[in-house]
């Protein structure tokens, strides 16, 4: 494995934990807190415990999204330093910002956790609240660094110089909008329904029905109502990124011809050499219509674009292909559960009702990851989209691929320790919570 | 102006690390420290003092390092690839024991599971802030050799000698002793108040032993440190306080004032900091050819700074009052817990 192969392996890897722990522990504490506010306004039993509970997944999944982000913080300069060096300057506005999110976040918490009947009651309410917004304020300003190096702005890139720096103007970039949208959206979904499916799956076991109903219903409804808005940012991130980056786009959508009456290409197996799609559903059209509002018009191919500027085509669309599925798979789910909600709720009982959405526990974060990978894969081969190649910003160290099996070794571990410690949580439901249920029918 | 107000943030966040960090480190090296038998009281105590703050303490890394890298970007850039190494098994002690800190009191089940993350805790306590400590004397040893052609002299041995060693063996013990005092003013009872200040005195012994090593292995690698720590009037002011500071944590603690010996503990490390970091100011990291990066030199453009500053106020508004209170109230509530006892 040489150098860079290992450079990029070892950010991927990193940043395909960290998102997934940072998601959790920035969702987990609004789940947290309108299970909280039910419980001061209700005074049922069940709601108490599931605050109790979900707090501690609270405790260890900040824990673990903390460290991480700790460790990311690091590495950009440890595999990145060229790239640091010249961009640290100009995107670093939301990280100076997000340390003080993040700090707030880390008091709120210890308010919270430790501050159960210490307080008065709604103000420890508040810090749990505290813990999610800046929790969501900090996802969204690091997500506005990373949508710079989509849309990079706020400098002048003279000879090789970067001139004029304007922090606020690199900060709110064209593309921070419709990303930390859609990244938002993404987190609530994929943990509302990963969640949710969690404790469908203890309904269906008939343990603590009543403390895993409460769980499920607050989870579940998060992720319907994700579900259903996710479309309508994805598509305005689409349309951004046609504009802003069309070899990404191209890239998604396996695009190789610049043409009118593009059609959207559904599933296929890209063949780069011959530069076509082979067993795809081709919807005529459609991808014009959807960018531009108008079938007739043109969308820009990776004809377009020089070969040593493509992305890799099969990967980008093959992890398109999948978060578009999932996300379509999601929203149909969430209509079911919206129908059980609003009419059929017999159906909440019923194992089909609840095993539909155990199997749809992991999709929302296969979806995340699948959405990570066309955003970074799709930006390739350029770290700052068009002004530096991620070759050129790579570390001068030799021997990465130690440093990428010493990562990799630690976060499997760390990973299957955490699935282990939250099965012992769930283990540990009825013995901590095993009261006589007082509300039965909840 | 203001990239003196951004330094000035930068290097409190060092020193509340040192402090806050240190003291939270010094809890599990103690722990490394303690019998088998007697940790379980030393765990508890621990977690009691330190849990609802442990997060917020370490915070302030995160905003050292956001600081260099957004206002020093040479700095950071620098460091990041001839500390490599010892960056990555600092990296892997914050991992370990950030976890290992978090499994240990929200693993819901208890089984043998918990030796397990107890161990790593210990360990991890131990090796972050010994890392710490090598990469900091390293920076300023002037062993960091960007001319290298081969790989032990580029990215080894800068850090692998005598002198970044010691000074990580007295910032293990300096955390050691500041958890220690620390400690000792949050328990009630007389026996474990004077286990904690034993293990004070024994962490006190050991960082002298390790500042002897410190000052005869920079001496033997020609490192001026004898002149930076007393050539300059700063500096031995720093010292003369450091010094005294020393003395009244320990006259305080035998006046069984051990709150109040928390207090000249901290102006000790502070004085310390101000000793070390004074002489080399502007320079941050001293290069083997005889170079060196100076913190003014080396700031990003004024844009930057200035956002970078007025971010660093502003977030300061809003963190520093509630920081305070959580300490405040937690402090408050435990003593109205001791006095019922």
Known sequence: MDDFLAARSQMALSLGFHIIFSCIGMVMPFFMAV???????????????????????????????????????????????????????????????????FFIEAIALGFYLYGWDKFNRWFHWLTGVMVGITGIASGILVVAANSWMNSPSGFDFVNGQYLNIDPMKAMFNQGWFSQALHMCIAAFAATGFAVAGIHALMMLRKQNVGFHKASFKISAVFAIVAAFLQPLSGDISAKFVAKSQPAKLAAMEAHFKTDTHVPLIIGGIPDTKKQEVNYAIKLPGVLSWMITGDPAKPVTGLDRILVKDQPPVAVTHYAFQIMVGLGMMMMAIGAIGLAAFFKWRQWLHQPWFLKLFIAATPAGFIAVEAGWTVTEVGRQPWIINGVMRTADAVTPM??????????????????????????????????????????PAL | ????????????????????????????????????????????????????????????????????????????????????????????????????????????????????????????????????????????????????????????????NWFPLSVGLFTVCLCGSLAAIFLAGEVPGSDEKWRFIRKAKQMNGLATLFMVLLFVSASLQGIPLFRWLFGNVISLI????????????????????????????????????????????????????????????????????????????????????????????????????????
């Open chain 1, 35 to 101: 299970s909280h506010y039910l419980w001061l306004r209700t005074g049922n039993e069940n709601y108490k415990n599931v605050t109790k509970a979900w707090s501690k997944g609270v405790a260890i999944f900040f824990a673990t999204g903390a460290v991480s982000g700790t460790v990311l913080s690091f590495e950009l300069g440890l595999l990145w330093p060229t790239f640091m060096k010249h961009a640290g300057p100009i995107f670093g506005m939301p990280f100076s910002l997000e340390g003080t999110a």
């Open chain 1, 398 to 439: 030799p021997g990465i691929q130690y440093s990428f099996y010493l990562f990799t070794a630690v976060y499997v571990t760390l990973s299957i320790v955490v699935v282990f410690l939250l099965k012992r949580q769930i283990q540990m439901v009825p013995v901590i919570y095993d009261k006589p249920q007082l509300n």
């Open chain 2, 1 to 160: 102006m203001m990239l003196y107000i951004v330094i000035a943030f930068l290097w409190w966040s060092i020193l509340l690390y040192l402090l806050m960090g240190g003291a939270d480190y010094g809890a599990g090296i103690l722990e490394l420290l303690t019998r088998e038998g007697n940790r379980a009281g030393l765990k508890k105590t621990a977690y009691r003092a330190i849990g609802p703050i442990w997060e917020a303490n370490h915070m302030w890394l995160i905003i050292a390092v956001v600081i260099i890298f957004v206002g020093f970007p040479d700095v950071y850039s620098l460091v990041s690839v001839h500390l490599h190494i010892p960056l990555t098994i600092m990296l892997m002690g914050i991992i370990a024991r950030g976890t290992a800190f978090t499994f240990r009191n929200y693993d819901a089940v208890h089984d043998s599971w918990h030796r397990l993350y107890d161990r790593i805790y210990m360990y991890s306590s131990f090796i972050t802030p010994m890392f710490l400590g090598i990469i900091a004397a390293t920076a300023i040893s002037g062993r960091i050799d960007t001319d290298a052609t081969d790989f032990p002299s580029g990215y080894i041995l800068n850090w692998f």
């Open chain 2, 238 to 341: 720093a010292d003369v306080i450091a010094a005294a500071s020393l003395a009244m944590t320990w006259y305080m603690i035998y006046q069984s004032r051990v709150k109040t010996s928390r207090f000249y503990a901290g102006l000790m490390v502070m004085s310390l900091l101000i000793s070390v970091s004074y002489p080399h100011f502007p320079n941050i990291v001293l290069l083997k050819n005889g170079g060196s990066l100076s913190i003014l030199d080396h700031a990003a453009p004024s844009a930057t700074i200035n956002a970078l500053g007025i971010a660093l106020l502003a977030g300061s508004v809003f963190i520093l009052p509630a920081l305070v209170y959580l300490i405040w109230s937690f402090a408050k509530k435990r003593s109205v817990v001791d006095e019922d006892h």
